[in-house]
């Protein structure tokens, strides 16, 4: 990057965390550092909650989701509305009559210690390990940039955010995430016009579609019903629903930010604009991703796009075998431009003969470039076992700093960088909320001053960003990252909403029968990820739904045994 990139990311990342700290100042008590103090308006719920969701992760891995599987992802959030539904009529109104600072409180009220227990231990592992991943990512950009290994830049990052998360609290990543939400938007319209503008004169925007399309990169829309198939509209719809109502309804790091609301009113207006802005934003964030994917059919693209990996493979007994691939890439991709000129001169005469004989050959190219870049991560993994050879996380991060000019880089850098300290400041702010409220200070210290409960509060999000940051050292392990979270977690937020549901609609059912349905559907569904029983959403499903079922069971045999004594 330029001096002017590295400037504009320096300001705005400093003027951020000093907004955030500025407007965060005097906290005295827990309710303050956790919920800050439930008087922030709807917009900021709905940013804040939006800004959580929406990681760095999702800016840089989405866009190389869709560069690489089109724009199928977005499937994964048509559950969504359906969920803010019963969020607004269920959840939203019981956690504000309770006054809970965590969701898992409720538990307690309900069914006994050991469920809300269980259930907030769940979490923390989950949020535990998903955290980490958000570490990582922007850890990636800073690795790419300064060309230095991703161990130092993910201590750095992560200190970064433990810092400002400690001293901030809930107010300081409400704050900062309402600037945060407002920036990364203007970035992402002037990422999509940066691509369009960089594609040559004779092709336009939908010139860019059509070649994507015959590519079969804008098939959003699958209506195949298959539980092997990750991404259709069925597991959209229904296992869609299950994971996003759990991770809004049950998780912490978003229960956490629709709790500071003012009112039942202002945390559900927060909500529903979550849900109207969501999808809209996701489908751009993947169209991006095939834009720049458009792009480099008359570019060529990098044969792998972690320099990082190159580098080592580079400077290794294999150098010469590399060289020769990539030699062969760049008469595939010479070969590969013909064809798609040729495509773009037929969609020009609008002779469909022309169209689907052209498609045909830019297919079989495209195959014979893909075929090349298998043989270079085989060789990868051949000189280092543990070479990181999915480089999905790193596509549309490369464009941005190859491609754009100066200025714009920082602008987009800082975008990435902003999502990820919002998503991980929310993460790390849960986990110490639910660490403090359902183990420290119902089980070994109830009745400290408020003060203590601040400090404690602080000394715990550190050790929570500690765990973080060594669970970010391994999710280079993981592949695609966007993916990643969502497999992890789809391990339990099935189990956690079904004790949930169980709370709110089946009355009857008691603490020990819920409990015991918890572990035995938790199980299971960590059985069923091992051999791959089915695509990841439908874990949501099959976990709330054994729950469910199984506390039903329970409970009736444990009525029986009652009848009988």
Known sequence: MSLIDWLVLSITLLFIILYGIWKSRGQKNIEGYLLADRKLPWYHVGLSVMATQASAITFLSAPGQGYSDGLRFVQFYFGLPLAMV?????FIPIFHKL????????????????????????FLLQRGLSTGIT????????????????????????????????YGGTKAVSYTQVLQMSIIFGGLFLAAYMVIHLLPENVSFFDALHIAGKMNKLNAIDTHFDLNNKYNIWSGIIGGFFLQLSYFGTDQSQVGRYLTGSSVTQSRLGLIMNSLVKIPMQFFILLIGVLVFTFYQFHQAPIFFNNVEVNRIQNSVYKDEFKNLEQA????????????????NALHSKDEIKID??????????????AIK????????????????????????????????????GILIAIIFLAAMGSTASGLNSLASTTVVDFYKRI??????????????????????????????????????IEAVNVLGSLFYGTILGIFLVAFYMKRVGGMAVFYAALIAEAFIVYAWIVNLTAFLWLNVIGCLLVMGFAFIIQMFINRRKVKV
Do not use: H
């Open 357 to 370: 004989a052209s498609r045909i050959k830019v297919q079989a190219a495209d195959k014979k470039n893909t």
């Open 135 to 166: 570490i990582y990512a922007p850890a990636i950009i800073m690795s790419t940039i300064l060309n230095i290994d991703v161990f130092y830049t993910i201590i750095f990052n992560g200190l970064i955010v433990i810092a400002y998360t400690v």
């Open 99 to 122: 006054k809970v600072y965590t969701a898992y409180e409720f538990l307690e009220t309900r069914f006994d210690n050991k469920t809300r227990t269980l259930t907030a231990f769940l």
């Open 374 to 409: 298998k043989e270079v991560t085989a060789l990868m993994t051949k000189n280092y076992a543990s070479a990181d050879v999915n480089d999905t996380n790193y596509i549309f991060l490369s464009f941005v700093t190859q491609q754009l000019p100066v200025g714009v880089v």
């Open 329 to 344: 890439y760049t008469i595939a991709y010479i070969e590969k431009q013909t064809e798609v000129n040729e495509l773009v």
């Open 86 to 90: 019963v969020l607004c009529i269920t």
């Open 444 to 481: 070994f210290k109830k009745n400290e001053s408020e003060k203590k409960y601040l400090s404690v509060s602080r000394w715990i999000t550190v050790a929570w960003g500690l765990f973080c940051i060594v669970v970010a050292f391994y999710a280079s392990r993981l592949g695609n990252l």
